[in-house]
């Protein structure tokens, strides 16, 4: 379950959420035939270009699709992303604080050949329970991810966009929908900057 930052924050306890990055699949070179077969993209090395070490900064709404006016909290750290089982999977450790307190969580993103698509699950530092995970892969050089969630005991939706800005900065946005997709609210802006493979 989703609960806002500034209920955890002012709790003084480490927040529970973590945001991940990644880039577009490159295809394989076309057959020269004169009717080539479609190339298969293998989407297990979108994570590739992410292993090493980040300089992060991070804005998170305080209280997401609330009435209040909108607050944002501002974090910096470091994320490290190590690989897995080849490749197929990573995981992502990130530490990040703030005049408002600590957000600490590990992200674990799994490949599914089958479906090819990644599956990207959060793990909450504070009780190390995983939240729901997050499905979806890249397009057009945008990763999109979406799942289900509760924000208290709202059903909502989670949208996840990440872009590779250049070789050495990534950006991250996360947003929420209380009506199905109809409308979202950006609630989790970060950006990160190489620091070392």
């Given at each position: 379950m989703t609960i806002p930052y500034r209920k955890i924050l002012t709790a003084g306890l480490s927040a529970t959420f973590f945001f991940t990055m990644a880039f577009f699949?490159?295809?394989?070179?076309?057959?020269?035939?004169?009717?080539?077969?479609?190339?298969?993209?293998?989407?297990q090395r979108d994570f590739d270009w992410e292993i090493g070490t980040w300089r992060s900064s991070v804005r998170v709404l305080a209280d997401p699709?609330?009435?209040?006016?909108?607050?944002?909290?501002?974090?910096?750290g470091t994320s490290i992303v190590r690989p897995l089982s080849e490749g197929r999977a990573n995981v992502v450790e990130l530490e990040v604080s703030g005049p408002d307190g600590r957000i600490d969580a590990l992200?674990?993103?799994?490949?599914?050949?089958?479906?090819?698509r990644w599956s990207l699950t959060f793990v909450n530092m504070r009780d190390g329970l995983l939240t729901p995970a997050v499905y979806g892969?890249?397009?057009d050089g945008v990763g999109t991810f979406y799942g289900d969630d509760h924000l208290g005991d709202r059903p909502i939706k989670v949208r996840f966009l990440i872009t590779r800005v250049s070789k050495g900065e990534a950006r991250f946005e996360q947003a929420f929908s209380a009506d199905d997709?109809?409308?979202?609210?950006?609630?989790?802006?970060?950006?990160d900057r190489r620091v070392r493979r």
């Open positions: 699949a490159t295809t394989a070179a076309g057959d020269a035939s004169p009717h080539p077969t479609p190339a298969v993209v293998d989407g699709l609330s009435e209040s006016p909108d607050e944002w909290l501002e974090f910096s992200n674990l993103r799994l490949y599914e050949p089958q479906a090819q892969g890249f397009h997709g109809a409308t979202w609210e950006t609630n989790w802006i970060a950006v």
